[in-house]
């Protein structure tokens, strides 16, 4: 736990937290999921804070187990690269808009079903009042989050290997990404039944995509979250180059007593220089994900040097 980064292991805590509160306050009688589950908008038991409380709760053990190892595997990656800030920021709004899109994917089933014109429905033989069976209509889990996690690993990092079980060969995480894309659509078209909310995990990969995307085009507009740890790593490291060459041209204006002269040895390390100097701009400018394989390997060997 100690090697985790803070903010993915306080999320960590507090859904497991929260996972034995439910299961504590269920054997006293009081149903948790229904007070904090995201109820259908138009249902009696509806209330806003539950767009937040619903991504911490889980409807068992094999559900809470995957969300949070998912969570760790990649969270903690995209928190070293974002930062806690930011970091937190994406997973609770990409939550908010996972149980946004399920709200719609609910409206959606409520008027193609034509409940409105109804006061009693049949629920497997049971006749019950329409508005107790919208009650029901409730959703939990982190999954459209830790969907959206998932996806911005993808987005950094799409030409990085997986192994994913069955599979005995490595994947890249575009790929996973395109394929998991696809089994939740397909899941989704084909209808409610199996108890899993796709929509809202198509919601929160959604909601992750566009935020990207404008951080992407915007990369000052995460000011406001802090400056990340690789970006500080790569000022530390153009800090460096810079004290350098200021360096080295003082040395140069002290030999006055010396011809001006350029050895031919001097050539490929101001030509290096300019290099790195243009990657560190284009990356102040674009962000790190804009670089090239190449540019980040030259980044990489110019640091170890270094």
């Known amino acids: 736990m100690n090697n985790i980064p803070t903010m993915t292991k306080n999320l960590l805590?507090?859904?497991?937290?929260?996972?034995?509160?439910?299961?504590?306050?269920?054997?006293?009688?009081?149903?948790?999921?229904?007070?904090?589950?995201?109820?259908?908008?138009?249902?009696?038991?509806?209330h806003l804070y539950q767009f937040v409380t619903y991504m911490f709760?889980?409807?068992?053990?094999?559900?809470?187990?995957?969300?949070?190892?998912?969570?760790?595997?990649?969270g903690a990656v995209i928190e070293r690269v974002w930062g806690p800030k930011k970091f937190l920021f994406y997973y609770i709004s990409c939550g908010i808009g996972a149980g946004l899109v399920q709200e719609i994917a609910q409206y959606v089933n409520y008027m193609a079903e034509g409940l409105a014109a109804y006061e009693?429905?049949?629920?497997?033989?049971?006749?019950?009042?329409?508005?107790?069976?919208?009650?029901?209509w409730t959703t939990i889990g982190a999954s459209g989050a830790v969907y959206a996690i998932l996806l911005a690993f993808g987005m950094?990092?799409?030409?990085?290997?997986?192994?994913?079980?069955?599979?005995?060969?490595?994947?890249?995480?575009?790929?996973?990404?395109?394929?998991?894309?696809?089994?939740?659509?397909?899941?989704?078209?084909?209808?409610?039944?199996?108890?899993?909310?796709h929509t809202a995990h198509l919601g929160g990969m959604l909601f992750g995509f566009i935020m990207i995307r404008y951080w992407r085009k915007h990369p000052d507009s995460g000011a406001g979250f802090g400056r990340s740890r690789g970006q500080e790593f790569f000022d530390n490291m153009k800090r460096?180059?810079?004290?350098?060459?200021?360096?080295?041209?003082?040395?140069?204006?002290?030999?006055?007593d010396e011809p001006e002269k350029t050895e031919p040895s001097q050539k490929p390390k101001r030509k290096n220089q300019e290099e790195i100097d243009a990657i560190l701009d284009k990356i102040r400018k674009s962000g790190y994900d804009s670089l090239t394989k190449e540019e980040k390997k030259k980044l990489f060997d110019q640091s170890q040097e270094s």
């Open 57 to 74: 709760l889980h409807g068992g053990f094999t559900h809470i187990f995957f969300n949070m190892f998912a969570l760790w595997m990649f």
């Open 240 to 256: 460096r180059f810079d004290e350098r060459q200021q360096h080295s041209s003082r040395q140069q204006r002290r030999r006055t």
């Open 156 to 197: 950094i990092f799409p030409n990085e290997r997986l192994f994913i079980i069955p599979f005995p060969f490595p994947i890249k995480a575009k790929w996973l990404v395109i394929g998991y894309i696809a089994i939740e659509l397909f899941s989704a078209l084909s209808g409610p039944g199996d108890g899993v909310a």
């Open 13 to 46: 805590i507090v859904n497991f937290l929260a996972f034995v509160a439910t299961w504590v306050m269920e054997l006293r009688g009081i149903d948790l999921t229904s007070l904090l589950g995201l109820h259908f908008f138009m249902a009696k038991d509806f």
């Open 120 to 136: 009693h429905v049949n629920l497997n033989g049971t006749l019950m009042l329409t508005a107790d069976y919208l009650n029901l």
